[in-house]
């Protein structure tokens, strides 16, 4: 079964630009979720997606955003980058269960500049 | 809160046992995570705990709960140079949602 697919792989962006990264999961996972890694503030949450609605949001400014499709990909979309958007983006797939076993995918290195 | 702390590196011999720490402030945990990540790549996941549970094994993997203390360790036996990383414990506070609260991650490095 293939894994978490994520693409672009890397993304080099200037300041005030938009970005939207894809996120395809594994097949028969229906909830997406996205979390951003910087070495000052580690792993924080974005927001989790399932069945097309976001289910959960982190504490990050509106210019993050994010949707699903009716295949469970999902994109998220940062509007206005600034240079602290500079990040590793992962997003993270499960079946709806209990126990919360997210698989991750490789990320998307952004970089602003 | 969801403070999740763990020590920043550890240097352990080949064939030595490591173990990682990890404590959390959030007593309403739910499930409790381990991840690896190598360079370049996404997370792993290696295993997990249940909240009411005090031990888990897995292989060469022990999971350690102290739910008074909140403090959850991970003990890697016969530790191998493939076993050098980034590991992080995460938590969750809510059962069947999928936001978890990541530590921030231990440097593991094995010396040959």
């Known amino acids: 079964k293939a894994g978490v697919t994520q693409t672009p792989r890397y993304l080099i962006k200037t300041r005030g630009q938009q970005v939207t990264l894809s996120c395809s999961p594994i097949?028969?996972?229906?909830?997406v979720s996205w979390y951003q890694q910087t070495p000052g503030q580690g792993l924080q949450f974005l927001f989790e997606y399932f069945s097309e609605t976001q289910r959960n949001k982190g504490n990050f400014p509106g210019r993050f955003s994010g949707r699903q499709f009716s295949n469970s990909r999902s994109e998220m979309n940062v509007s206005t980058l600034e240079l602290g958007d500079s990040a590793l983006y992962l997003c993270a797939s499960s079946l709806p269960g209990v126990r919360n076993e997210q698989f991750f995918g490789p990320g998307t290195r952004l970089t602003v500049l | 809160g969801e403070d999740v702390e763990q020590s920043l590196f550890l240097s352990v011999r080949e064939g030595d046992s490591s173990v990682i720490n990890c404590t959390y402030t959030d007593s309403s945990s739910t499930y409790l995570y381990w991840y690896k990540q190598e360079p370049g790549a996404g997370l792993q996941l290696l295993t997990y705990i249940f909240s009411n549970m005090d031990m888990k094994q897995d292989q060469r993997l022990t999971v350690l709960l102290n739910k008074k203390d909140k403090h959850l360790s991970l003990r890697i036996a016969d530790t191998q140079t493939g076993d050098s990383a980034i590991y992080f414990c995460a938590e969750s506070l809510q059962t069947g949602a999928n936001n978890l609260f990541f530590g921030t991650g231990t440097r593991l490095t094995v010396i040959p």
């Open positions: 097949s028969g996972h229906r909830s």
